[in-house]
């Protein structure tokens, strides 16, 4: 046997809500009419909060944004599936994660006004402050995982990071000490088909992100990342995995970024109108209605009703965050140590 | 002859380099069509479509290929976007770039440039101010470059890139479009190793460079000061240093970087040592704070004010 | 109490941590079975086999884990080979291990300890020999502590594994079997950002830190010096160093890192800063080169010899 | 098409030479008597100058030495197919290959001796110095291949790297700009089982080191690595499709260490002698040996003849070593720029 076949590999692809609205009953998972329109509604409120954040960014209250339009099925339907007490690492663009596990929306508008804050996660979420080096939190969910492991908790970890984010160092050592010590940690990759300006086809030659997995002995899946149950499953299937000891999953979420990179980018300087219009047919929060029509779940009336909610709910977190006092100087210095230093403690005096 | 901002001072030293010579190549995220995110490389890739080349998003692997490019003969000019994610490249840069020549006994060199935007002003999001080039003058191999105007950037970045060794060139972002100057079309080179009077006074020496510069510039009125602009931090030029401490026998040093360990630390050292005797005051730093940089609405009160300098400036005169 | 060498020290330092604190965990390469290529770790992995993990070669993997599990609660002790492959870390403890606290206003924090071989004296392959302290000096959010005895090796990594905070331990390779010293069996912690007067004198303060603290006591012989062992450099004992400044107005600083902006700057700085007055000459810094650290046939040429340290001892007093 | 297979990959091994000293007529590349006794003499020189530098090194004539027994197949077959003109950039235990290419085995004693002199590659070769970092080198490499590419020329360029060096950020930055940039460079992984301490299953859950490539876009292969005809093969193929375009390849020479990690290692601390012993029949000379027996090839007297030639060769490259000049101390300042620093003008009076 001179010239053998010594490893097979073969990467799947899930999808189960189509864009008609169809769903692949078979693959469905079990979501109650309350699980759907809590989805419904996270949707809107997402929506929402990206769209506020956009204008006020405009009006000059908040600093640089980046916005989550399109990616909100990814985000949502693998943030539903995590436990409070998972340990959750975000990159930059997660605000529908962070906003799925219940995180004061008040807090995101301060910490998008440059204000470390808005970062202080409540005491009863375990989600990790935004992480600007894309792709270098990556090992710090492998590391919590790790922890869980060794104390023994049924805690999961989860890292969310981009199509660029797959290219770093840092990914590549923390998926690869995840894969050796068979860690409970999902990563989950909104492939947005952009970094910025550089398409996907330039970020790696690999026909998938979901295939560099196996690079790491473990599994990778693609999922349609505008397909929210596909997402959901796909997620909970590999929570399920990790929390029984099987190791970590690669999720690669196959999606669109609809809107420009940040507040500082111009978009049409390197993509075409053509390119974004395609992927508007792909829209997640339209299949998702259509389902839910076809389920007697959805009505105009309702949509109004949600949104008119969610709208004066925004506007109230805006009110509050507006109202919160300014940070205090002297907390540059505090928050450096837990103790000032000899010289900290002279600095203090200067401010 | 145009007065331009330093953005275009800088597309301008890039765009006359490659076109003199072929060996001059750029590498970086979105340096290509998108221009980069300071649109600094803009309508390059336009003219120089072979020699431009957007990379993943990896910084290491970018200061490493550059490496790779220079030791076979290219002069690579890469891009880190900012220099908060510079760090991903300190192992290629202490490690590789700056030993080649003398790992192989000169046989293999590094005739690279990387820039990188650097230092607080546009309240972005985190690590997007950094300005710890005190980092890298600390390793021996390295030059440190940092302009401080449209005119100087042009003519430094194209020693720069003519320079047969690594050189690690800081853009201040505060200043990129701030000012606009008189820059000549014609290229020039403004030498490394040397600082630039550019104010003669006699009784404080004021040692600044990049974005401080400018606030040193507010600051001196009422004060017979000599304001020096470093331009090369490392290796930096003690004789032109020396000779206005002789003269001034004050010193202030005025940078953006925490305290500890700062490149202010450095020259504060180097002065005492050599020039003693001529000291009529302490020399003082006037630093950002010993903590971690913070966001867009604390960064005002991280890096020196007006006042602090003012401040410093009377203490020497008082002492 | 037994003799033992810092090796031991540090083993046993580490050996009682774990006993006491379920959540010391050990990560690097090598430190299971093999104990290390020190043998720093030796036999601790039979006695935790569940607290001690090797890891692949990816040193900011080992502390980008590292950070992930002080996040969560444990205290991890992760151990570079060596220091000249610390630089591919610097990422992680720039960006994220110095920040954590301060980017979530306290809600998170990172009491990690990176322990690292350091410095010259084993004539090794090149990138064995760094002593870049400096670096990590400059950078708010970590501690440095570099330990010179046995004895103050053990109390000051207990103090780092029990801080709050991370600390970057530089263990001085010279030294690990260099000195033998009583070592008390008893668990006993050093507090950090406090210096040590080794001995007391009234002409000179010399300050130095790591295997170099050695040769500056080899090289005092004839001089009534003071000499302090810095012990913690970031953050460093201010008060303590002014103190002797005052008494004795001399004083001289010897590491064996590369001169510029290396630690030696700060301290000749802020000294000049704060005690002036009481200066009778000029601050002196003996240093290694400005200059590749060079393999082992040039080593012994690079670090601060005995004859330059004690000429710098005779010019402060020449002065 | 709801769970879909979207990407199918194959991973397959290359033997051509038994260990019986049989061989695969249909692989077997087409190599010359002359061409087979040089590889011998090869084979033999890098043994003996291993031993040597050992040897040396218990004398104390030599620093910390990495021993390259057991790996030399992976080494020569690989370094024989290079041309002058490509460029070569190993990690440290690569003795053979800088053999293999015509390197002065006095400047490689020199070289272990602590000397950067030893490392200043003749003129005619483009080797590059050992990159002591683990793995930090393929980036050169793939730089350098992009260089050649830009510039229009043919060469191609070869890093060199061990299965530790597989899971440094570096590598996977490396390869993935290689892909990405489809570059005339061949990564050569000599997994030898063993980083140091670590054993290959705990470097990487991964099955093989090669099936790291298709993460990348491109092919890896793995190839016995004690079977000088396979790795020759293997070289060879990804060098032609190098220099005609196509890209990288991964190869992965699975080989052992039969020596300790380095002569500052002790491997029976956490190896065992039978793990060892199993090897030393797969011992790549000796099938290289039955092949050129039967061939008529080899003898014990030709071997004889050639041990005896380059023992005195090897013998009198030591003499030149140790003849030549100490390094002088300028040189520390010399080579740090092409210009001394006004600094170091005067640092230079007080050596
Ligand atoms: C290490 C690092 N390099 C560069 C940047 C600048 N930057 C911010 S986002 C981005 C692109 C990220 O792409 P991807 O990972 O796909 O995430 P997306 O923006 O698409 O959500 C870049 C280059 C950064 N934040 N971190
Ligand atoms: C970045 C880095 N980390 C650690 C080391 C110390 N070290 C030297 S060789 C080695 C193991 C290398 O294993 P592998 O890549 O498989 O090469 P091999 O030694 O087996 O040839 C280690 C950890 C190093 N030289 N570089
Ligand atoms: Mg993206
Ligand atoms: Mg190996």
């Not at chain 1, 792909?282 to 779940?297: A, V």
């Not at chain 2, 069509?33 to 120089?48: A, H, M, N, S, Y």
């Not at chain 2, 004021?206 to 510039?217: D, K």
């Amino acid at each position: 046997m001179p010239e053998t076949i010594i490893e097979k590999i073969e990467v799947k692809r899930l999808q189960i809500l189509y864009e008609n609205g169809n769903v692949d009953e078979s693959l469905m998972p079990d979501l109650s009419d309350n699980d759907l329109k809590k989805m419904f509604e996270l949707f809107i409120l997402a929506r929402q909060f990206d769209q506020r954040a956009l204008k006020l960014h405009a009006e000059g209250r908040l600093g640089t944004y980046a916005s989550i339009l399109g990616q909100e099925a990814s985000q949502i339907g693998s943030a539903y599936t995590l436990e409070k007490s998972d340990r959750v690492f975000p990159s930059f663009r997660e605000m529908g994660v962070y906003i799925t596990l219940g995180y004061p929306i008040w807090m995101l508008f301060q910490y998008w006004t440059g204000d470390e804050r808005g970062m202080r996660t409540p005491d009863d979420l375990n989600i990790f402050p935004v992480s600007v080096p894309v792709g270098t939190h990556t090992p710090h969910a492998v590391g919590a995982a790790f922890a869980a492991k060794i104390k023994g908790h049924k805690t999961a970890t989860a890292a969310y990071f981009g199509d660029g984010g797959s290219s770093k160092g840092d990914f590549h050592e923390g998926l690869n000490i995840a894969g050796v010590y068979k860690l409970p940690v999902i990563f989950i990759c909104q492939n947005n088909q952009w970094a910025i300006s550089l398409p996907r086809e330039k970020q790696t030659a690999a026909k998938t992100i979901a295939q560099k997995a196996f690079g790491y002995g473990f599994e990778g899946i693609q999922v349609d990342g505008n397909d929210i149950f596909a997402v959901y499953k796909a997620t909970k299937d590999a929570l399920a995995k990790a929390r029984a000891g099987s190791g970590p999953t690669l999720i690669e979420c196959f999606t669109y970024r609809m809107a420009d990179h940040t507040t500082a980018d111009d978009a049409s300087r390197y993509r075409s109108k053509e390119d974004v219009e395609k992927w508007k047919a792909r829209d997640p929060l339209l299949r998702l209605k259509l389902y839910m029509e076809r389920k007697g779940l959805w009505t105009q009336q309702y949509e109004d009703e949600v949104k008119k909610r969610v709208t004066d709910f925004v506007d109230s977190e805006i009110k509050k965050h507006e109202a919160a006092a300014m940070p205090e100087q002297k907390d540059i210095l505090n928050f450096t140590y837990k103790e000032l230093t000899q010289r900290q403690k002279k600095e203090l005096e200067t401010l | 002859m145009a007065r331009i901002n330093m953005v275009q001072a800088i597309n301008l030293a890039l765009r006359q380099e490659m076109e003199k010579d072929r060996d001059v190549v750029l590498i970086g995220e979105d340096v290509g069509r998108d221009g980069g995110v300071f649109r600094i490389t803009e309508g390059l890739v336009e003219k120089f479509p072979d020699r431009i080349f957007d990379t993943p998003l990896a910084e290491s692997g970018i200061a490493g290929v550059a490496v790779g490019m220079a030791a076979y003969g290219l002069k690579p000019v890469a891009e880190i976007q900012f220099m908060g994610f510079i760090y991903a490249c300190v192992e290629q840069i202490f490690s590789h770039a700056s030993r080649i020549r003398s790992r192989s006994r000169g046989r293999y060199t590094c005739p690279l440039v990387i820039r990188t935007p650097y230092g607080l002003g546009i309240k972005p999001p985190e690590l997007h101010s950094e300005s710890t080039e005190a980092l890298f003058c600390h390793m021996p191999g390295i030059k440190v470059v940092v302009p401080s105007s449209p005119y100087n950037a042009k003519g430094l970045l194209i020693s720069a890139i003519r320079d047969p060794d690594p050189v690690v060139f800081l853009e201040p972002t505060r200043l990129y479009r701030l000012i606009k100057e008189e820059v000549p079309e014609t290229e020039y080179a403004i030498p490394l190793e040397k600082a630039r009077i550019v104010q003669e006074g006699k009784d404080i020496t004021v040692i600044a460079w990049g974005s401080m510069l400018h606030r040193v510039l507010e600051s001196i009125e009422g004060f017979d000061a000599e304001v020096i602009d470093l331009m090369t931090l490392s290796p930096y030029d003690e004789e032109t240093i020396l000779n206005s401490v002789k003269k001034t026998g004050r010193v202030v040093i005025v940078h953006e970087a925490t305290r500890n360990c700062g490149f202010g630390a450095e020259l504060s050292a180097f002065i005492a040592e050599e020039a003693m005797l001529h000291l009529k005051s302490p020399i003082v730093r006037v630093t950002g704070l010993d903590a971690v940089i913070p966001m867009a609405r604390l960064e005002d009160y991280y890096a020196p004010a007006k006042e602090k300098i003012v401040k410093a400036l009377k203490k020497v005169m008082e002492y």
